[in-house]
C-alpha cells in the first residue's frame, strides 16, 4: 500500500512538472480593418473566423473604432459604415471565437479621427463637435497628410478617449484593448490653442515653441503616455486579464540609441517607457519591410526590439500587401525565433490575399 501511494505521489509531481514546463502558444495575430469586408454580418465574421483557424492564428484584433465611429454598441459614437443594420461584430464574434481558441482584441484607432477629404457631414461628429480638440501644426493646419487627429496636449479630448475605451470594456467580454494612431502625426503637430495654453501654463513660457524644443517635444511626448497609462488603470479595472497593447512606429531604420528613432523622435512615441513602466503588456511594431528588398532593415528592427522591449512581449507586424506568401512566412519564423513573443498580420480582410496568405501561414 505504501508503495502504491508513493508511485501515485511520484506520478503526480512528475506530471505537474511537465505541465508547468508546457510554454504559452506563440502569439499568432492578424488585423482585421473595418475599411473592407471582414466583420460587416455574421457570414463575413465566420468566414474570417474560419480562415484565421486554417492560418493558426489565436488572436484577432477587430477594428472597433476607425474614424471616431463604432463597429459595436455604443452610445458615445454612431455606428460605423459597411455595417449590417442591427448587427454587432463583437457581441458575436467574441463567443464564437472562443469556442475555436482565439482571442478577440478591440482594435481602436486613438487619436485620428478623419479620414476624407471633406469634413463629415453628420454635425454630432467628434470633428464637428469639438474642432477645439483637433490636432494643429506649427503652420496652422489642422490635416496631416493621413488624416485629422485630436490633440494629445488637450486634456479634454483625452478624457473623451478614455470614457470610449472604458465603455468597450464594460460592455464586452474582450481579451484585449489595443490601441493605434497613439502619437502625433509628426513633430510638426501639437499647437492646439488648448495644448499650448496647457504647455504654457505648466513651463512658465509664453512663446510658441519650435517643433525641435526639446522641453516642448518632451511635454507631448508625456501627454501621449498620460492616456497610454489611463487606459491600461481603466482597462485593468474592469477586465484584469484583458491585454493592453498598442501598435508602434517603426518608421525608418531601428537606431542604436532609442531616442533616435523616428518613433521618439517624430511621432513623439515614447513606446519604450510604455513597456518599461508596465503600461502596456505588449507591443505591436509595424515592421512593415518588404523582405525581397529591406530583409536587413526588418531583422534590424527585431534587434532593436530585444533592446528595448523590458522583459515583455513584442508581437511584430508584418504587412501582407507588399510581400508575398513565401516571404511572409519567412518573417513570421524569423519573429518567432527571435524569442520576442510572436507576430501580427496586416491585414486579414475577406478577399484572394487572405485565402492565399492562410494557405501559406497553414503549412508554415
Not at 453628420?122 to 477645439?132: F, S, T
Not at 512663446?207 to 481603466?234: G, K, N
Not at 482597462?235 to 484584469?240: D, F, N
Request: aromatic residues 12%; glycine residues 6%.
Amino acid at each position: 500500500m505504501i508503495r502504491k501511494l508513493l508511485f501515485v505521489s511520484a506520478l503526480l509531481i512528475c506530471s505537474s512538472s511537465a505541465f508547468a514546463r508546457v510554454p504559452a502558444p506563440i502569439f499568432h495575430g492578424a488585423w482585421v480593418t473595418a475599411w473592407t469586408e471582414g466583420f460587416f454580418t455574421p457570414e463575413q465574421v465566420d468566414e474570417t473566423l474560419a480562415a484565421a483557424k486554417q492560418a493558426h492564428i489565436n488572436n484577432l484584433f477587430i477594428q472597433v473604432r476607425k474614424n471616431a465611429d463604432a463597429y459595436y454598441k455604443s452610445d458615445l459614437e454612431h455606428s460605423g459604415a459597411g455595417l449590417e443594420e442591427g448587427f454587432d461584430p463583437l457581441d458575436y464574434i467574441i463567443p464564437k471565437a472562443h469556442k475555436l481558441g482565439i482571442k478577440i482584441h478591440a482594435w481602436v484607432n486613438v487619436y485620428r479621427v478623419w479620414t476624407a477629404p471633406n469634413p463629415p457631414s453628420d454635425i454630432e461628429h467628434i470633428v464637428n463637435a469639438h474642432p477645439e480638440w483637433l490636432n494643429v501644426n506649427f503652420a496652422g493646419q489642422n490635416r496631416s497628410a493621413d488624416g485629422v487627429y485630436l490633440d494629445p496636449g488637450c486634456s479634454d479630448a483625452r478624457i473623451y478617449i478614455l470614457e470610449v475605451i472604458k465603455d468597450i470594456v464594460s460592455r464586452y467580454k474582450v481579451d484585449g484593448i489595443h490601441l493605434d494612431y497613439i502619437r502625433y502625426p509628426g513633430k510638426e503637430w501639437g499647437y492646439s490653442e488648448n495644448a499650448l495654453t496647457a504647455w504654457q501654463k505648466v513651463s512658465n513660457r509664453t512663446d510658441r515653441p519650435e517643433p525641435t524644443d526639446p522641453d516642448w517635444s518632451d511635454w507631448r511626448r508625456a501627454q501621449v503616455t498620460a492616456l497610454v497609462r489611463s487606459i491600461f488603470i481603466a482597462v485593468r479595472s474592469v477586465r484584469p486579464k484583458a491585454l493592453v497593447t498598442a501598435s508602434t512606429i517603426c518608421w525608418g531604420n531601428a537606431t542604436p540609441d532609442f531616442e533616435d528613432t523616428m518613433a521618439y523622435a517624430d511621432a513623439l512615441q515614447n513606446w519604450r517607457k510604455w513597456m518599461s513602466a508596465g503600461y502596456l503588456d505588449a507591443i505591436a511594431p509595424m515592421n512593415y519591410q518588404n523582405h525581397a528588398k529591406a530583409a536587413d532593415r526588418f531583422c534590424g528592427w527585431l534587434d532593436g526590439f530585444k533592446r528595448w522591449k523590458a522583459k515583455r512581449p513584442v508581437y511584430v507586424g508584418l504587412y501582407a500587401q507588399v510581400n508575398t506568401p513565401e516571404d511572409i512566412v519567412k518573417q513570421a519564423k524569423l519573429s518567432e525565433e527571435s524569442g520576442l513573443g510572436g507576430w501580427v498580420l496586416f491585414s486579414f480582410n475577406k478577399g484572394e490575399l487572405r485565402d492565399k496568405m492562410a494557405e501559406a501561414l497553414a503549412g508554415k
